[in-house]
């Protein structure tokens, strides 16, 4: 299982950023996909969850109608649309997975079993 995360970047607040995680060793339908985030001095949190086979999702609360988590299972790819970017939207975001057994918000909140590198995301004027 491999996991490829790209997009992150240097974007002015109120902008927008598209990440992309691109799977390899396993197919999405039976998996459920996210993006959690880590800025320096905090705990790593779920930001956005997806089921691979159900497309049902999750947000934790900070992110929900500026964030946008979608999958494309013919290209094995997760994508999270981030409009009107925050300064606390800094982070270091990673992709992850883990074989869907207890559903998406779940896995969102506790953590996944498999973990991409990690890809910088900067809020700054």
């Known amino acids: 299982v491999q996991l490829q995360a790209s997009g992150g970047g240097l974007v002015q607040p109120g902008g927008s950023l598209r990440l992309s995680c691109a799977a390899s060793g396993f197919t999405l339908d039976h998996y459920v996909i996210g993006w959690f985030r880590q800025a320096p001095g905090k705990e790593r949190e779920g930001v956005s969850c997806?089921?691979?086979?159900?497309?049902?999702?999750y947000y934790v609360d900070s992110v929900k109608g500026r964030f946008t988590i979608g999958r494309d299972n013919a290209k094995n790819t997760v994508y999270l649309q981030m409009n009107s970017l925050k300064y606390e939207d800094t982070a270091v975001y990673y992709c992850?997975?883990?074989?869907?057994?207890?559903?998406?918000?779940?896995?969102?909140?506790?953590?996944?079993?498999?973990w991409g590198k990690g890809t910088q995301v900067t809020v700054s004027s």
């Open positions: 992850a997975a883990s074989l869907n057994r207890y559903g998406t918000s779940w896995y969102c909140s506790v953590g996944m079993d498999y």
């Open positions: 997806v089921s691979g086979g159900d497309g049902r999702t």
